[in-house]
C-alpha cells in the first residue's frame, strides 16, 4: 500500500493539492489530509479479486489461454463492505480534524478493472440499467438511486470518490451529502474542472442524460421503485436489470510483434 500511497500524494501534485500523510496510531485514521482553501480528508482503498481469481488469470495467461471473465455491472456487497470500511475511518477524524470535505480514494485492481469500476458505480449510486421497448433508441439508459446506494446511506459522511482504473481517472460527486453546493462551488474541487471527468448525477438528469428515482419508496421494494422510474419517464414496457459485462485477455509475446 505504501506505493500506492506515495502515487496518490503525487498525483494529487499535479493539481497543486497538497495531500500530507496522516501518521498511522491505534484509532482508525484515513489516509491523507489536505490543509489548503478547505480541510479535506481521503482516505485510500484498493479493490481487487479473490486471490484465486487472480492466480487463474495469471496461469491462463502464462499458458497461452484467453482469460474470460464474466460478472454484473450492478451493486456488489463485498464492494459495499469496502466503501463501508473507509467511510468509517473518514467518520472516525472528520469532526476532529474539523475537514469541510470527506472523499474516497478507489483504486480499482481487480481482473476486469473496468467491470470493476461500474460495479463501484452501481454501488455507490444504486445505479439499474432500464430498457424502454418503445424507444427510438437502441441503448439502454441508466437509472440512478433506484436501488440501495452508498453515497445516500452515507450522505453526512462522504462527498465524493475519486476512482481510478489503470490511467482513467473520474471524480464521482455525492449529490446527496448536505455539503454538495459547497463542495460544487470549492477551490479544491475547481483544480480538477476540466482536466479530469467529473460525474454529478443532478447535471446529467438536467441534460437529460440519465434517469433518477427521487422517491422515498424503500429501496428493497423493487417492483414499487420500478413503476415509480416508468411512470416519471413514461415508460410503458420496459425492463430494470443489471447487464451483465464480458471481458477477454490475451498475453501477447513483445518478440511476436
Do not use: W
Not at 482513467?168 to 449529490?175: K, R, S
Not at 438536467?206 to 411512470?231: L, T
Amino acid at each position: 500500500m505504501k506505493s500506492s500511497e506515495n502515487a496518490v500524494i503525487e498525483y494529487f501534485e499535479k493539481f497543486t493539492v497538497k495531500a500530507k500523510k496522516i501518521a498511522e496510531s491505534d484509532e482508525k485514521t484515513p489516509d491523507f489530509l489536505v490543509e489548503q482553501e478547505e480541510i479535506v480528508l481521503i482516505e485510500l482503498k484498493e479493490k481487487s479479486d479473490d486471490d484465486a481469481l487472480h492466480k487463474r488469470e495469471q496461469k491462463e495467461l502464462s499458458n497461452g489461454d484467453v482469460f474470460e471473465h464474466v460478472g454484473s455491472r450492478g451493486y456488489r456487497n463485498r464492494i459495499s463492505g469496502v466503501i463501508g470500511h473507509g467511510i468509517k475511518q473518514l467518520k472516525a477524524q472528520k469532526e476532529n480534524t474539523k475537514s469541510d470535505f470527506c472523499l474516497l480514494f478507489i483504486i480499482a485492481n481487480g481482473v476486469a478493472k473496468g467491470t470493476q469500476a461500474e460495479q463501484i458505480i452501481s454501488t455507490l449510486y444504486g445505479r439499474k440499467d432500464i430498457i424502454d421497448f418503445d424507444s427510438q433508441s437502441n441503448q439502454a439508459a441508466s437509472c440512478y438511486y433506484a436501488y440501495h446506494s452508498e453515497f445516500f446511506k452515507h450522505k453526512d459522511i462522504i462527498d465524493g470518490v475519486f476512482l481510478i482504473t489503470d490511467k482513467n481517472v473520474a471524480l464521482l460527486i455525492n449529490d446527496k451529502s448536505p455539503s454538495y453546493s459547497k463542495f460544487k462551488t470549492s477551490t479544491f474541487l475547481s483544480k480538477f474542472v476540466g482536466k479530469i471527468s467529473i460525474f454529478d448525477v443532478i447535471e446529467l438528469e438536467e441534460k437529460g442524460r440519465v434517469m433518477v428515482a427521487d422517491c422515498d419508496i424503500p429501496r428493497s421494494d423493487e417492483e414499487a421503485i420500478k413503476e415509480y422510474i416508468f411512470e416519471k419517464y413514461s415508460i410503458n414496457r420496459g425492463l430494470m436489470i443489471d447487464f451483465p459485462q464480458y471481458s477477454f485477455k490475451v498475453q501477447i509475446n513483445e518478440n511476436e510483434l
